[in-house]
DNA sequence: TTTACTGTTGCAGT
DNA sequence: AACTGCAACAGTAA
């Protein structure tokens, strides 16, 4: 359910959910899931309680006081709360025991979800080292280091943005509803972009991205009962999605095309190349 | 039956 | 250094 507005909405559901409940012992089912040492993630988190549940762009961070958990959802990666029993389930991964009979699971068709053991006193090394930009609020994505960054690059605008350096969160969906509102072509060349171009991308990014967790993310090829999976904003998405169908603006028919390796809806009158 | 596609990221090639 | 393609994996749709 991965964009930075799936993320937050998980995280609401969970901080109301988990938060002061104690991890009695955690079972690991698929081991790849876990990138730092198991045995001593095992050890380490087993009687410890979750103070606080965080995020920082698309990564959802369980806090235990001493140490962390960092959480990616990639592609698939859900997590359920059971108050008792939990059901027979192949892509149930992760199985956290807490201490008040009930269980969270992490579930990940794809497996393609990771999770790391911290010191918390390792938290913004960790987002340094993985060059994860600012979060998309006015405070801290600042126009003018985006609009130096996007003059000095020589690489198309979508591929540019999915790269989180820039700013943190945006997904496939929601930077082709970002390029589309702000009538940029997913292919343009970042430096070629336009004064005013730069600043409504960046009103934007910032405007969807805040939309979007209002009304609790995109639900789409969407399951069952996922934490936090009640979003509406695949009602509210104006170009994704929308192949062959009139564009809300001018009416022309929406295209679908590879940029970067991923599928990319566009205008092709809105958004000139 | 095969192939292409899928809300992500990181790495191995050139 | 900066790009591109693909791998990690499973399911669905054509």
């Known amino acids: ?72 959802l990639r592609m698939e990666g859900k997590y359920l709360l059971f108050d008792d029993e939990i059901p027979d389930n192949k892509h149930f991964h992760i199985i956290f025991n807490l201490d008040d009979e009930s269980t969270l699971v992490y579930q990940d068709v794809r497996k393609f979800g990771t999770m790391e053991w911290l010191p918390k006193n390792r938290k913004l090394d960790y987002f340094k080292i993985k060059k994860i930009g600012p ?68 009103d934007e990014i910032i ?12 639900t789409i090829r969407s399951y069952r009962n996922a934490l936090g999976e009640d979003g509406t904003m695949q009602n509210y998405l104006n170009i994704y999605g929308l192949v062959d169908q009139p564009c809300s603006r001018c009416g022309t028919t929406i295209c679908k095309i590879k940029v970067g390796g991923r599928g990319s809806y566009f205008c092709p009158k809105c958004q000139i190349l």
């Open 207 to 218: 405007r969807i991205l805040q939309l979007a967790i209002e009304k609790g993310g995109s």
């Open 1 to 72: 359910m991965p964009e930075l507005p799936e993320v937050e909405t998980v995280r609401r559901g969970l901080e109301r959910l988990v938060v002061g409940k104690k991890v009695i012992s955690v079972e690991v089912k698929f081991s790849k899931i876990i990138k730092t040492d198991e045995k001593i993630f095992l050890s380490e988190i087993a009687n410890q309680e979750i103070k606080a549940i965080d995020r920082r762009g698309k990564y959802l961070i369980f806090d235990f006081g001493d140490n962390i958990l960092i959480s990616h």
């Open 135 to 202: 979060e998309p609020n006015e405070k801290t994505f600042q126009l003018k280091p985006f609009q130096k960054s996007l003059s000095e690059s020589t690489k198309k605008i979508k591929p540019l943005l999915l790269e989180q350096r820039l700013v943190a969160g945006l997904g496939n969906i929601y930077v082709d509803e970002v390029l589309w509102s702000s009538k940029i072509h997913p292919m343009r060349i970042a430096s070629s972009l336009k004064k005013f171009e730069v600043e409504k991308l960046h």
